[in-house]
């Protein structure tokens, strides 16, 4: 029905900078919050920030002031623009994006499969 497809993850080291993207295709009548959520090792998948369709953006406070997130509704696209990363940035990032598809004209939460990011020396 719904796929996400994430790019942009890689190795940086320490105060450099990585873009995500995520792009959904399918037969999407219409997309609401996107988001981006990350999972370390060892740890629970949290929230990392979210934007509504009008714009409005929630940070999580771990990455306020060095993470800015943006869509472009036109692309179905999402992006994270990651500054001054840090190593406790490691993780797998998750795109998220609320979708009602044809078959379904209800929003429902899709995931995409995720793209590492490692922040190391």
């Known amino acids: 029905q719904v796929q996400l497809v994430e790019s942009g993850g890689g190795l940086v080291q320490p105060g450099g900078s990585l873009r995500l993207s995520c792009v959904a295709s399918?037969?999407?009548?219409?997309?609401?919050?996107m988001g981006w959520y990350r999972q370390a090792p060892g740890k629970q998948r949290e929230l990392v920030a979210t934007?509504?369709?009008?714009?409005?953006?929630n940070d999580a406070d771990s990455v306020k002031g060095r993470f800015t997130i943006s869509r472009d509704n036109a692309k179905n696209t999402v992006y994270l623009q990651m500054n001054s990363l840090k190593p406790e940035d490691t993780a797998v990032y998750y795109c998220n994006a609320e979708i009602a598809v044809v078959s379904a004209p209800w929003v429902n939460p899709y995931w995409g499969q995720g793209t590492q990011v490692t922040v190391s020396s």
């Open positions: 934007i509504t369709y009008s714009g409005i953006t």
């Open positions: 399918g037969s999407i009548l219409s997309i609401n919050t």
